[in-house]
């Protein structure tokens, strides 16, 4: 299986390093938002594939929980995503900006923009997908989970340094008909080999079938709250910034919405088939990769192999050009004022600071246990920060400056605190989130009025 997987897997880096040998990209807006042409099968195919690279954690949330994956990472992320395309998709795409921290400078000034544009390099940075590429290309070939964490992040960062987001895209196309083909394989061989329902229900832990998982309510609704950082998600406003049309903004997301039903049925269904066949598996971030080993023939698994690694890196590169451009313009080039003086001058930061995303991903990678858990402190530390305001923004209001960053700030702090003090959960019964958005909702209230 692992020499198998391995042709695969070179085949697959002899494409994504062939990136590197295209033309580089030009200008600011070339680099950042594609000369903003992209297409309605490139803005769907590329937004589909970037929002799916937590694959191993949906495994490892469908091994441990059962069909509650569906109303954790499924339901949710519909229904903000629906919001997001009904109301502001279009006024992204109207406002003519580069990046999410350009629309907070333009309502409520530098210092909140440099606050903003801070808590989204935090909330960027894919350390949750890179360990994900390590776990699964030491499943695959046995090499050290480092080995496979450095060599997935610097082959997912090489070409976007010349190409940017055209990069990005070009391989996200790929990428998108490959997670699909691998889950179209598995998933149905599964169910020829075992049977359906029945099979599942004979087999599975009762609580597996519960909606809740056996968690709890607050265990379900807290991801609705931690969902809500759809609404001011980079991926989302980038690809809307970089769409041809207004249209193609608002009709690629709802066409997502529907391609991300059909994946999300594959993925829980082959987690609940990874959880009856494997029921003693020691990590269950493994799930679906040792699925695969188990029932499908070597050139078939070397496929999925391959899919799943395509389904990672396409995130991997997207929120590593994010992280970059954030850091490199937004924060740096926004503090040295180099963006006043000509936008041209961020474009060697970002590429610079590639380089730091990209060491800063590995580490956080090699000193994180789950994805879950990842996924979890960052939305609930980078949501209380960014939602309130950009709603805000969106509306037109404008604020104090200097008072509005005090308040983003002070927001992701409490959050921040709130998570220590309980040791990582839910501090006296209350996920971190919460308080956060409370102070947030309550500081920009006082703003408002004095």
Not at 77 to 85: E, K
Not at 381 to 400: D, E, I, W, Y
Not at 419 to 439: K, N, Q, R, S
Request: charged share 10%; hydrophobic share 55%; net charge positive.
């Amino acid at each position: 299986m692992a020499s198998l997987a391995g042709v695969f897997y070179a085949l697959f880096l002899l494409y994504a390093v062939g990136r590197l040998f295209r033309k580089s990209a030009t200008g600011a807006v070339e680099f950042i938002v594609a000369s903003r042409g992209l297409t309605l099968p490139a803005f769907t195919a590329s937004l589909v594939s970037t929002w799916y690279g937590g694959i191993l954690g949906v495994g490892e949330y469908t091994f441990s929980y059962g069909i509650s994956n569906w109303l954790v990472f499924g339901v949710p992320y519909y229904l903000y995503a629906a919001v997001f395309a009904l109301f502001i998709a279009r006024r992204a795409r109207r406002s003519q900006v580069l990046t999410v921290p350009d629309l907070l400078e333009n309502n409520f000034g530098r210092p909140a923009a440099l606050a903003g544009a801070g808590m989204m390099f935090i909330m960027t940075v894919p350390a949750a997908y890179v360990l994900m590429l390590g776990v699964l290309l030491n499943f695959a070939t046995g090499w050290p989970l480092w080995v496979g964490v450095v060599l997935g992040t610097a082959l997912s960062v090489s070409y976007v340094y010349r190409g940017g987001l055209k990069a990005v895209v070009a391989t996200d196309i790929i990428q998108f008909f490959l997670m699909f083909l691998g889950f179209l394989i598995l998933v149905p061989v599964c169910y020829s080999k075992f049977g359906g329902w029945d099979f599942l229900q004979a087999n599975l832990p009762t609580g597996h079938l519960k909606w809740d998982g056996g968690l709890g309510v607050q265990a379900i609704a807290v991801w609705y709250f931690i969902a809500l950082s759809t609404l001011v998600e980079p991926a989302f406003y980038q690809r809307c910034f970089a769409a041809k049309s207004e249209k193609v903004a608002k009709r690629g997301i709802f066409a997502a919405i529907g391609l991300w039903m059909v994946f999300d049925f594959l993925t829980t269904t082959a987690g609940l088939y990874a959880r009856a066949l494997l029921p003693d598996l020691a990590n269950p971030v493994q799930a679906f990769p040792a699925l695969a080993a188990h029932v499908l023939p070597p050139f078939f698994q070397g496929i999925f192999t391959v899919a799943l690694l395509a389904t990672i890196m396409s995130t991997v590169d997207s929120y590593a050009f994010i992280c970059a451009v954030t850091l490199g313009r937004d924060v740096v080039g926004r503090w040295r004022g180099k963006l006043a003086d000509d936008e041209e001058q961020s474009l060697p930061l970002i590429r610079m600071s590639l380089t730091v995303t990209a060491v800063l991903a590995v580490a956080m990678a090699l000193l994180s246990e789950s994805v879950i858990d990842l996924w979890k402190i960052l939305g609930s530390l980078g949501t209380p920060v960014l939602l309130g305001p950009m709603m805000l923004a969106h509306k037109g209001v404008r604020l104090s400056g200097g008072k509005t960053a005090l308040v983003m700030v002070g927001s992701g702090m409490t959050a921040a605190v709130w998570l220590l003090l309980g040791g990582g959960d839910a501090w006296l019964g209350v996920e971190a989130i919460f308080p956060g958005l409370l102070f947030s909702g309550l500081g920009l209230w006082w703003v408002s009025r004095y």
